[in-house]
T-cell receptor, first 112, second 111 residues
Framework: KAGVTQTPRYLIKTRGQQVTLSCSPI?????VSWYQQTPGQGLQFLFE???????NKGNFPGRFSGRQFSNSRSEMNVSTLELGDSALYLC???????????FGAGTRLSVL | GNSVTQMEGPVTLSEEAFLTINCTYT??????LFWYVQYPGEGLQLLLK?????DKGSNKGFEATYRKETTSFHLEKGSVQVSDSAVYFC??????????FGTGTRLQVFP
């Protein structure tokens, strides 16, 4: 079974731009969570989607948003990028919210 | 609130040495506890887990025991290899809530 796939692997943007990251979960998994990883703040939870509904949200500003499609693929969007948004963004999928989360390799976003 | 505290790294060891990475947690109720490992340039991989007090998770020679009385979940391995060099994250989860991670501990193993 293929693992969690995140695209693209690397992105370079400039301040003020917006960006969309994609996550394809493991086949059969309906829950997708997103995390931001930075050297200063570590791993922080962004949001979780299950069956196209956001069921949990972390403490991030409204510039960070996400959605999930009927095939369980998920996207997250960051608008009006700031330098501090530079991070590794990790997606994790699970069969449902109570099961173990499996992580993708991440998308490394650099904001210049 | 719920939190995880890990020992500061890096932990530097010679091959075949004994490894302990300390992890303590603060949480109400009975969270599930996890160790994840991150190799350079990769995402997180689940290493082991425990879901209730006194459970022992084990995988690839690594072990950790859920100690409710000391609120700890220390990671141990009897004989580390160079290939174990990575960053190790302790995490907890209450029910279907989000995963809460520690800050990570970098392990460097030298031949």
């Amino acid at each position: 079974k293929a693992g969690v796939t995140q695209t693209p692997r690397y992105l370079i943007k400039t301040r003020g731009q917006q960006v969309t990251l994609s996550c394809s979960p493991i086949s059969g998994h309906r829950s997708v969570s997103w995390y931001q990883q930075t050297p200063g703040q570590g791993l922080q939870f962004l949001f979780e989607y299950f069956s196209e509904t956001q069921r949990n949200k972390g403490n991030f500003p409204g510039r960070f948003s996400g959605r999930q499609f009927s095939n369980s693929r998920s996207e997250m969007n960051v608008s009006t990028l700031e330098l501090g948004d530079s991070a590794l963004y990790l997606c994790a999928s699970s069969e449902d919210p109570k099961n173990i989360q499996y992580f993708g390799a991440g998308t490394r976003l650099s904001v210049l | 609130g719920n939190s995880v505290t890990q020992m500061e790294g890096p932990v530097t060891l010679s091959e075949e040495a004994f490894l302990t990475i300390n992890c303590t947690y603060t949480a109400t109720g009975y969270p599930s506890l996890f160790w994840y490992v991150q190799y350079p340039g990769e995402g997180l991989q689940l290493l082991l887990k425990a879901t209730k007090a006194d459970d022992k998770g084990s995988n690839k020679g690594f072990e950790a025991t859920y100690r409710k009385e000391t609120t700890s979940f220390h990671l141990e391995k009897g004989s580390v290899q160079v290939s174990d060099s990575a960053v190790y994250f302790c995490a907890l989860r209450r029910g279907t809530d989000k995963l809460i991670f520690g800050t990570g501990t970098r392990l460097q193993v030298f031949p």
